[in-house]
């Protein structure tokens, strides 16, 4: 299923039950970017840049960005 995300771009749904979260990042286990680290541990909250914040170990900032 894709939910239209606005510039363009389309956002994907997420399988999986969020009633019962894996441990670590609660999409390690659906994430095509995941790793062992996204397994044992939550990513910190962070902002990458003016009013948008990801949780992720695998998501760098954007450079140059208006």
């Known amino acids: 299923m894709e939910f239209p ?6 956002v994907h749904a997420v399988s999986g039950v969020p009633s019962n979260p ?6 390690s286990t659906r994430c095509p970017l995941a790793t062992a680290q996204c397994s044992d541990e939550e990513a910190p ?5 003016p009013g948008r914040l ?13």
């Open 45 to 49: 909250l962070r902002d990458i840049r």
């Open 54 to 66: 990801v949780a992720c170990h695998h998501v760098e900032p954007r450079r140059n960005h208006p």
């Open 22 to 27: 894996p441990s670590g990042c609660r999409f």
């Open 5 to 10: 995300a606005g510039r363009g771009r389309k």
